[in-house]
């Protein structure tokens, strides 16, 4: 193997984080909350004159609790033995809190081991992790409650105009208080994509149980084959509930922290298909981890959100259903690196030409956006 006899006891000699936010092109919402920004929480990881990037998107505070509680068990760690420094940082947060931000901070932190330690060794990360394919479906993700009819239209054509097979709208506008405007968006979505295009919905947990089920029997002749949150994702007898009484998948998990939230949304009988986001629970090892629970209760994974944070592990997990290609992330993490992926045709392919993540920071670039 290339480079290995370099990389024997490499001790991780720094980590930086610094925070970056960008705002939005348009006023975006979904069903329970808005935002005009997004904050990207950057985490460089060096060890033998090579460096690794990693990132989460969480608020600014992250990158505190990377600085002052995982940034010194990381460094000295061994750059190769990441399944030991990912249980020494979880050791780290246990009376700031794994649970929320902790898990945020140690994925960026995970994720820019994983990718350091591929560019040590000079593979592709999905090479080192194990590839089970060599492209991820993803499905095209935003239709927010903000656009009017032109803009999503011109949002999801833009998606099915590459070759995208599936798209995802937004609906359970101001907490499910506008139920006849999201059956219209609902409609107007078929009607642009057309028949052969999959339709998805996200409630973001707007609605309450018999609602959701309501909603979703007056869109019967819609199609809807993906029902995400249509509760709160914490309500796992009502995610059951809905997920019983309608033919749409009902799924979630893209709250998920640990092993343990995972199992539980399997065992209730929740999901159709766990979401899982590796940059809010712990990064690519939690994220395998978290496949295999899910494997083990037969269910596919879906990657939530931040496509190029996900593309190798999702390249290397036998259950993956497909990658989340978020306009908001797609937009920024083409803003900020160079060998971003192209969807057309409905996958991407992570690079099998270049070492770690394949992903270059545009430093200068972004330096802009810094606030911290
Ligand atoms: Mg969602």
Request: charged share 20%; proline share 4%; with cysteine.
């Amino acid at each position: 193997m290339p480079g290995v006899t370099a990389c024997v006891d490499t001790p991780v000699d720094e980590v930086r984080v610094t925070a970056y936010t960008v705002p939005t092109g348009s006023p975006e919402a979904d069903g329970t909350i808005a935002w005009d920004s997004t904050t990207l929480v950057l985490v460089e990881a060096s060890a033998g004159g090579v460096t690794g990037t990693g990132w989460t998107y969480a608020a600014k505070a992250a990158a505190t609790l990377v600085e002052e509680l995982l940034a010194p068990v990381v460094t000295g760690s061994d750059a190769l033995d990441i399944s030991g420094t990912s249980q020494a940082m979880i050791r780290a947060l246990r009376n700031a809190g794994r649970a929320g931000m902790g898990s945020y901070a140690v994925g960026a932190v995970d994720v820019a081991l994983w990718d350091l330690k591929a560019r040590l060794l000079e593979l592709p990360l999905h090479r080192l992790l194990g590839a089970a394919r060599a492209s991820v479906p993803v499905y095209g993700s935003g239709g927010f409650t903000t656009y009017d009819d032109e803009q999503l239209a011109g949002q999801l054509g833009g998606w099915v105009e590459q070759g995208i097979p599936r798209v995802k709208i937004k609906i359970g506008e101001s907490w499910g208080t506008n139920t006849q405007r999201d059956l219209h968006r609902m409609r107007q979505a078929r009607l642009v994509v057309g028949e052969d295009v999959e339709l998805f919905v996200d409630a973001n947990g707007g609605y309450r149980a018999k609602q959701a089920i309501r909603v979703m029997q007056e869109a019967d002749e819609l199609d809807v084959r993906w029902f995400e949150e249509p509760v709160s994702s914490d309500d796992l007898e009502g995610l059951r509930e809905v997920r019983q009484a309608v033919s749409a998948d009902v799924t979630a998990g893209e709250y998920g922290n640990d092993l343990y939230y995972f199992r539980r949304m399997c065992q209730a009988g929740a999901v159709d298909c766990l979401q899982v986001d590796l940059s809010r629970c712990g990064g690519i090892t939690e994220w395998l981890r978290a496949a295999a629970v899910a494997a083990s209760f037969g269910l596919e994974v879906s990657a939530h959100c931040g496509p190029h944070l996900h593309v190798h592990a999702a390249a290397a997990t036998p259950n993956l259903r497909h990658v989340e290609w978020f306009h908001d992330h797609v937009r920024i993490e083409s803003m900020f690196f160079d060998g971003t992926l192209d969807p057309s045709g409905g996958s991407i392919s992570p690079d099998s030409s270049s070492p770690g993540t394949g992903l270059t920071l545009r430093r200068q670039d972004v330096e802009r956006y810094r606030v911290r």
